[in-house]
């Protein structure tokens, strides 16, 4: 009876699902809900500088372009200790990679996505503007035109915007 238990556990846990297989632009919600990052690729969620905003970590919630919802798990810097503290001296603005699995979630779909994005969102500390903007996204029903909304609020916030071209320093790449 108890082999049969293990094999009905191994059979049933939900399998990690890799990076590779989201559909991109994904938003990034960290533990905190204190914003929401957007991930043009792989390596917009996998490199960040030391100490950054959106470095990953356990439980970040994460929403792909088809709504499908997924928590970080298992994140570990392949730099190592050693790595991590010659980058913090030597080289502290080089980006970390980090490797990680994402859990599927329970929750799919526009409706799970939204409430999950809307009180995460930053959108100013003009309280009016904060509402304009989140009656924008709630009518928002694809995932561009929700990377449309908060790169408007984020510009208008004079925050600049969301999507960067180098995810290490927050910069435009050179020409």
């Not at 994460?62 to 298992?74: C, K, L, R, T």
């Not at 970390?96 to 994402?102: A, G, H, S, V």
Request: charged residues 20%; hydrophobic residues 45%; negative net charge.
């Amino acid at each position: 009876m108890s082999f049969a238990a293990i094999l009905a556990y191994v059979g049933l846990r939900a399998k990690p699902v890799a990076i590779e297989e989201l559909q991109f632009p994904v938003l990034v919600i960290p533990l905190d809900r204190s914003n929401v990052f957007i991930a043009k690729g792989a390596a917009d969620m996998t490199q960040a500088r030391m100490g950054a905003a959106n470095t990953p970590q356990n439980g970040f919630t994460v929403i792909d372009a088809g709504f499908n919802i997924y928590a970080e798990q298992n994140v570990k810097c392949d730099q190592g200790a050693g790595g991590m503290l010659f980058r913090a001296f030597v080289r502290p603005g080089a980006p970390l990679t980090f490797k990680f699995n994402l859990r599927r979630q329970g929750e799919k779909g526009l409706s799970a996505a939204r409430e999950r994005i809307l009180p995460a969102a930053y959108l100013g500390v003009d309280t009016d503007a904060a509402e304009r903007w989140r009656k924008q996204l709630a009518g928002e029903s694809t995932m561009e035109g929700i990377v449309a909304v908060l790169n408007a609020a984020a510009a208008e916030a004079s925050q600049g915007p969301i999507i960067h071209d180098d995810p290490t320093t927050g910069e435009p790449l050179a020409e």
